[in-house]
């Protein structure tokens, strides 16, 4: 790049003096190029911030599911209402940490896998909870239903 700007000045410097009719040519295809450079920019732009918007609006759609889920975690027996607390504790920690890392990094994959972990494991304590109490979760359905 710096070898064929060189060479562009060097061979411009010589034009110049022996020709005043390359004037004019010169800085229209100076203008094109500016103008084709510049359209690239602006595409690129445009991609990195539809991609920004698209993490943000996750995160924050994420940290919803979050927050409606500890406060429906809330109503659930003990013990499973403790441990499935601090579940989703751990599982946010985990989620922020994803959201640090860099995508396709070790750190993120670790993450990932962490995450999916814990919602196996949160998803085997609502299983426990309607085998302990099948009675009542039907109860609870059924008048949800016809609310």
Known sequence: MIGATTVGLVLGRVKRDRSDHLHKPVGSLQTAVLGVVGLVLAFGLALAVGRYELRRAAVVEEANTIGTTYLRAQILAEPQRSDSLELLVRYTDTSIRLSDAIPGSPTA??????????????????????????????????????R
Do not use: H, K, M, N
Not at 111 to 137: F, K, M, N, T
């Open 109 to 146: 994959a670790a993450a990932i896998a962490d995450g999916a972990r814990l919602q196996r494991e949160l998803w085997g304590l609502a299983g426990q909870v309607l085998v302990d109490a099948p009675i009542a979760s039907r109860g609870c359905t059924s008048r949800a239903s016809t």
